[in-house]
């Protein structure tokens, strides 16, 4: 339990240190594609090597594809999301507003009932969104609309694990369709700027894609030794490292209550996996 438990800490650090990598970027629209652009061709290289030593790797492309283009205005909203609010208040709104999306879309598309105890979690954690936005609900737009992205895209990939015979190579898949739909839309977008940005920056980006490969490995390897729930509740607890990322390093004011707001969210997030 040790090992699952250090596990799932370190996805969680991971995944709010390659948030905070693209949120302190002075290009985080470049910034978010270049690691996704890396991710993209390690983890086809992965899929070519389980296919020459093993076999033809087994998953539902069909749920890959449609990851992939949603990825998309998941990464545009992202960015604008970082770009007009404090990464302490942008990422724990986005993360926990995707979790409950996801689960109330999971009512709707794959007949998943919600327990007193997920409702509860998911009004506390709306009250927790509420004391991080003062209120202010407009302000923080694309926040909530990165997170309503992130629920559809939860539900996909929730159901293309379920029909994949190989849910690790389905997981692979969605880095090389994520990273080619990103980069088709940022070389269309940005021809002139992606070819100087990956020869100054490269390494940042190589980083920064190993980072969030490595984060969905360590939360699949947890949850390999130890209960679901347990671990998806350890990997969410990046809302609350993101707010003190913000608070420490990139010096966000009203520290005390967008911790207060973000420490609801997660008590409310632990609710709604418990019940789950």
Excluded at 71 to 98: C, E, K, M, Q
Excluded at 149 to 175: C, E, H, K, M, N
């Amino acid at each position: 339990m040790l090992t699952a438990t250090l596990m799932a800490l370190g996805a969680a650090t991971l995944h709010a240190s390659w948030n905070f990598a693209v949120k302190r970027n002075t290009d985080s629209g470049l910034a978010l594609w270049g690691q996704f652009f890396i991710a993209m061709f390690v983890a086809a290289g992965a899929l070519v090597a389980w296919w020459i030593i093993d076999d033809r790797p087994d998953f539902a492309w069909q749920y890959t594809l449609l990851s992939g283009i949603t990825h998309l205005p998941y990464s545009i909203l992202l960015v604008r999301a970082y770009n007009t609010g404090d990464f302490s208040v942008s990422y724990p709104i986005a993360r926990g507003g995707g979790a409950i999306g996801a689960a109330v879309l999971g009512v709707v598309l794959l007949d998943d009932v919600l327990s007193m105890l997920t409702i509860a979690g998911i009004a506390l954690a709306g009250v927790g969104f509420f004391l991080l936005s003062r209120g202010s609900l407009r302000q923080m737009r694309f926040a909530i609309s990165t997170a309503a992205i992130i629920g559809v895209y939860t539900a996909i990939d929730a159901t293309g694990v379920r029909q994949s015979a190989d849910p690790a190579a389905y997981a692979l898949s969605i880095f090389v369709t994520t990273g080619f739909t990103v980069s088709v839309w940022t070389f269309a977008t940005r021809r002139g700027a992606v070819i100087a940005a990956l020869r100054q920056q490269w390494k940042p980006f190589g980083f920064a894609a190993i980072g969030t490969l490595a984060s969905y490995c360590l939360t699949l390897l947890a949850m390999r030794l130890a209960p679901v729930g347990y671990v998806a509740v350890l990997r969410e607890s990046s809302v609350l490292i993101a707010a003190v990322i913000g608070w420490r390093l990139l010096g966000e004011q009203d520290h005390r209550r967008r911790i207060g707001g973000t420490i609801v969210v997660l008590v409310g997030l632990v609710a709604l996996v418990a019940g789950g």
